[in-house]
């Protein structure tokens, strides 16, 4: 999950010398993080059959090697064109890898225990921004920005070869989907399911939310306090402690006292916290402790939410995370959109309650729709698709 998101932001502190090396703009270079995301969320869903079929293990250790064969060819790209198209497929590489990842704590870990492991997952994927960043822009102004694409591509190589040596050999079989059973089946079947459906909206939601802060934080921090664009790595950093404080202590929260109290909760103080950001900081410190207490229940919240995702149809786990995965690439772009157009429209100050509002939204079809999951309750229903 580290490299997943090192490889999604590491065009972030070189996008300028990239341009400019490739004879493009910036606003075209910054395709390059459009076109990943991208494929990422649109191959999530349809790799879904695939990882049935080949298997956990096999889906991760693949993803692994496409993500280092992708960032080993960017090293090398002559042209925009070619860059633009390695970074695609990389998309296909965390497509692979994602839905897996989640799918196998689902499957070797029980609810009850659950939310402290994927909150241990999130722990990797938050420290791509706070150790990835700065070491792309130090790998950058020592050597190039082609550099940071050869290390992710060694490490990568080098993951996949733990991961194959390491992860569990033997598949689940007692709740498997039948990959022959059909994509589009099995996505209905699942999306037939008013809590699946619910809950996946709510983390769609909670993902745009984040990003509506995420996108736009160095900006407004340098708009309305005069503060350099060196920031950001100070920016990066409370972000990331905040994502890591919450997904731990809130998955760890939600195994003893039930998850969707901890959602809810999560919920409500992250619209809070979100609309204080913006609109009740008068100076940048105190900007700061808001936008780690926003970070922190967004952790919490998302550790929790992927934690009953897992539980609530596990005969079609493999699907849902698959629409998961699309939804968090998906929830990039709205929430960078929705935060670019509240920048445009009415200022940086409507970034929070705009990020608010879809928090709000989020926790509102939780509220509706989804139950708890407990050790005694039956699992949610959801149609199983039928097989041909």
Same mark, same amino acid.
């Given at each position: 999950?580290?490299?997943?998101?090192?490889?999604?932001?590491?065009?972030?502190?070189?996008?300028?010398?990239?341009?400019?090396?490739?004879?493009?703009?910036?606003?075209?270079?910054?395709?390059?993080?459009?076109?990943?995301?991208?494929?990422?969320?649109?191959?999530?869903?349809?790799?879904?059959?695939?990882?049935? &079929?080949?298997?956990?293990?096999? %889906?991760?250790?693949?993803?692994?090697?496409?993500?280092?064969?992708?960032?080993?060819?960017?090293?090398? %790209?002559?042209?925009?064109?070619?860059?633009?198209?390695?970074?695609?497929?990389?998309?296909?590489?965390?497509?692979?890898?994602?839905?897996?990842?989640?799918?196998?704590?689902?499957?070797?870990?029980?609810? #009850?225990?659950?939310?402290?492991?994927?909150?241990?997952?999130?722990?990797?994927?938050?420290?791509?921004?706070?150790?990835?960043?700065?070491?792309?822009?130090?790998?950058?102004?020592?050597?190039?920005?082609?550099?940071?694409?050869?290390?992710?591509?060694?490490?990568?190589?080098?993951?996949?070869?733990?991961?194959? *040596?390491?992860?569990?050999?033997? #598949?689940?079989?007692?709740?498997?989907?039948?990959?022959?059973?059909?994509?589009?089946?099995?996505?209905?079947?699942?999306? &037939?399911?008013?809590?699946?459906?619910?809950?996946?909206?709510?983390?769609?939601?909670?993902?745009?939310?984040?990003?509506?802060?995420?996108?736009?934080?160095?900006?407004?921090? &340098?708009? #309305?306090?005069?503060?350099?664009?060196?920031?950001?790595?100070?920016?990066?950093?409370?972000?990331?402690?905040?994502?890591?404080?919450?997904?731990?202590?809130?998955?760890?929260?939600?195994? *003893?006292?039930?998850? &969707?109290?901890?959602?809810?909760?999560?919920?409500?103080?992250?619209?809070?916290?979100?609309?204080?950001?913006?609109?009740?900081?008068?100076?940048?410190?105190?900007?700061?402790?808001?936008?780690?207490?926003?970070?922190?229940?967004?952790?919490? *919240?998302?550790?929790?939410?992927?934690?009953?995702?897992?539980?609530? %149809?596990?005969?079609?786990?493999?699907?849902?995370?698959?629409?998961?995965?699309?939804?968090?690439?998906?929830?990039?772009?709205?929430?960078?959109?929705?935060?670019?157009?509240?920048?445009?429209?009415?200022?940086?100050?409507?970034?929070?309650?705009?990020?608010?509002?879809?928090?709000?939204?989020?926790?509102?079809?939780?509220?509706? #729709?989804?139950?708890?999951?407990? *050790?005694?309750?039956?699992?949610?229903?959801?149609?199983?698709?039928?097989?041909?």
């Amino acid at each position: 999950m580290f490299t997943i998101v090192f490889n999604s932001m590491v065009i972030t502190p070189v996008l300028a010398d990239i341009a400019g090396d490739l004879s493009v703009s910036v606003s075209v270079g910054g395709l390059l993080v459009t076109v990943n995301a991208l494929v990422a969320g649109v191959m999530a869903v349809v790799a879904a059959p695939l990882i049935s &079929r080949i298997g956990r293990r096999h %889906s991760i250790v693949l993803g692994m090697v496409i993500l280092s064969a992708s960032n080993l060819a960017s090293v090398a %790209s002559p042209d925009f064109l070619t860059l633009l198209a390695t970074r695609a497929i990389a998309g296909l590489g965390a497509a692979l890898l994602a839905p897996a990842v989640f799918v196998m704590v689902g499957d070797y870990f029980s609810y #009850e225990q659950r939310g402290r492991a994927i909150g241990l997952v999130m722990t990797g994927a938050s420290l791509g921004p706070v150790l990835g960043l700065p070491a792309g822009a130090v790998l950058a102004d020592a050597f190039s920005w082609r550099a940071i694409f050869l290390v992710i591509g060694a490490l990568c190589a080098l993951f996949a070869v733990l991961l194959y *040596r390491n992860l569990p050999k033997q #598949e689940p079989t007692a709740t498997e989907e039948d990959p022959a059973a059909g994509m589009v089946a099995n996505w209905s079947a699942a999306l &037939r399911s008013r809590p699946v459906s619910a809950a996946l909206l709510a983390d769609f939601m909670g993902f745009a939310s984040w990003y509506v802060v995420l996108t736009f934080m160095g900006a407004f921090f &340098r708009e #309305e306090y005069g503060l350099s664009t060196s920031v950001l790595g100070l920016l990066t950093v409370a972000t990331g402690l905040g994502i890591i404080t919450g997904s731990n202590g809130g998955g760890r929260l939600g195994d *003893r006292l039930g998850k &969707r109290p901890i959602i809810l909760v999560s919920g409500l103080a992250g619209a809070l916290f979100g609309t204080l950001l913006t609109t009740a900081a008068p100076w940048p410190a105190l900007a700061m402790v808001f936008l780690f207490a926003f970070a922190v229940p967004t952790g919490a *919240r998302m550790a929790s939410s992927r934690a009953v995702l897992t539980e609530l %149809s596990p005969p079609l786990r493999t699907t849902i995370m698959g629409i998961n995965t699309a939804g968090l690439q998906f929830g990039v772009l709205l929430g960078s959109l929705a935060g670019a157009l509240a920048i445009d429209w009415v200022g940086y100050a409507y970034l929070g309650p705009t990020a608010a509002a879809f928090c709000l939204l989020g926790t509102l079809a939780f509220w509706l #729709e989804v139950p708890e999951v407990t *050790r005694t309750s039956a699992h949610i229903p959801t149609e199983t698709a039928a097989t041909p």
